[in-house]
């Protein structure tokens, strides 16, 4: 069974592959030590979804007679509906890491092995929800497509070429599986854009965990319903009341309770706008992850012909690939520092947050 490891671990088996040919890849093997940072950030992201659930019974007003039962409840309902939904969130993202595993592990010369677990995943991302969303069929699409290739890597034991065959090959899939689109999204300059469609994994994130109808969405509504009634109640009395001598104290407890539940409300609306800005640099690490794939992409595919691209991707004939020479290194190695300067932030944002 693979190991799960993070979205950046795509810098680690490429370092491998061009460090043995004399490539200066110190700053991305640097950065690489962190990796069990993102691995991490990315587990917590997923509990999240649980976690926000648990955030939420704080929320049921403790009434008389059934305000504890009430918590209680949704506890219950937080082990069988969200705690699926945060474990259904790692399913769909382990398609893409087991894949970035076995690169390295292609690049390692490793042989690889197939459980059923993996085995499995491709009817799995097909029956999967969370919160009542799900990846599209081009999405699913992609991710099966993914897993094949992984599949023809691993039980036909290919070696040579092997990771220039993954890249080019899955490289469709994977803009489909993460992004929604079938190719890069570029803009007149064929630079790559970050405009994800429906369907894709950024989107499931966007529309199970950040919509108002997501996960974050209840719980800042959750929020607002539980303390909006003790604000109105404290403005009313407010307004209701003269100062004088003989009710100047109840005011100034009146003013005391008012200021200590807006300091609680602001802080629980302030967890919610950091796991929000936390999703939303996630989402940029998933884009990045994809558009520096297609980079390499094109460096790996320079000089072969649409049919010779057709017949490497059956994985049953040899196409030979020229030599990676020294220009074309310095320009994968660019790619790949870019993509650590860019990642680097947006890994840390996820983590302080989580």
Do not use: W
């Not at 990796?35 to 019974?57: G, H, M, P």
């Not at 489909?176 to 007149?188: F, I, L, M, Q, R």
């Not at 009634?229 to 003989?246: C, H, M, V, W």
């Not at 074309?328 to 860019?342: A, G």
Request: charged fraction near 30%; charge should be neutral.
């Amino acid at each position: 069974m693979f190991k799960r490891k993070s979205l950046i671990s795509i810098v680690i088996p490429i370092a491998v592959l061009l460090g043995s040919c004399g490539a200066n890849f110190q700053s991305v093997e640097s950065f690489s030590k962190s990796k069990e940072t993102v691995k991490r950030a990315s587990n917590d992201f997923a509990e999240d979804i649980y976690q926000s659930c648990l955030r939420r019974t704080r929320y049921i007003k403790l009434v008389p007679d059934d305000g504890i039962s009430d918590r209680n409840e949704r506890r219950e309902g937080c082990e069988t509906t969200e705690r699926l939904d945060s474990n259904n969130f790692k399913t769909v993202v382990s398609v893409l890491i087991d894949y970035m595993d076995a690169l390295g592990a292609i690049a390692n010369g490793k042989d690889l092995s197939l459980d059923n677990s993996i085995d499995n995943l491709g009817q799995s991302i097909k029956d999967l929800s969370i919160g009542g969303k799900k990846l599209d069929e081009k999405a699913v699409d992609g991710g099966s497509e993914i897993l094949k290739v992984l599949f023809d890597l691993m039980t036909k034991k290919i070696r040579e070429d092997a990771l220039q065959k993954a890249i080019v090959c899955t490289n469709e899939p994977i803009h489909k599986y993460v992004t929604g689109n079938s190719v890069p999204a570029t803009d007149k300059n064929g630079v790559d854009l970050y405009k994800p469609a429906t369907g894709g994994l950024i989107f499931l994130v966007e529309d199970s965990y950040l919509s108002k109808g997501g996960t974050l969405g209840i719980e800042a509504n959750a929020i607002d319903t539980y303390y909006e009634p003790y604000f109105a109640t404290l403005n009313k009395l407010g307004n209701d009341r003269e100062i004088n001598q003989s009710n100047y104290q109840q005011l100034v407890d009146q003013i005391t309770v008012g200021e200590s539940l807006t300091k609680d409300y602001n802080q629980s609306m302030v967890i919610v706008a950091e796991k929000e800005q936390a999703a939303r640099a996630y989402n940029q690490i998933l884009f990045s992850t994809v558009r520096t794939h297609n980079q390499l992409r094109k460096e790996f595919e320079e000089g072969l012909k649409p049919q010779d691209i057709g017949r490497l991707c059956q994985f049953n004939t040899k196409v030979s690939f020229k030599k990676i020479d020294e220009k074309k290194m310095k320009r994968i190695q660019k790619i790949l520092n870019e993509y650590v300067t860019s990642v680097k932030p947006l890994v840390e944002e996820v983590d302080r947050a989580f």
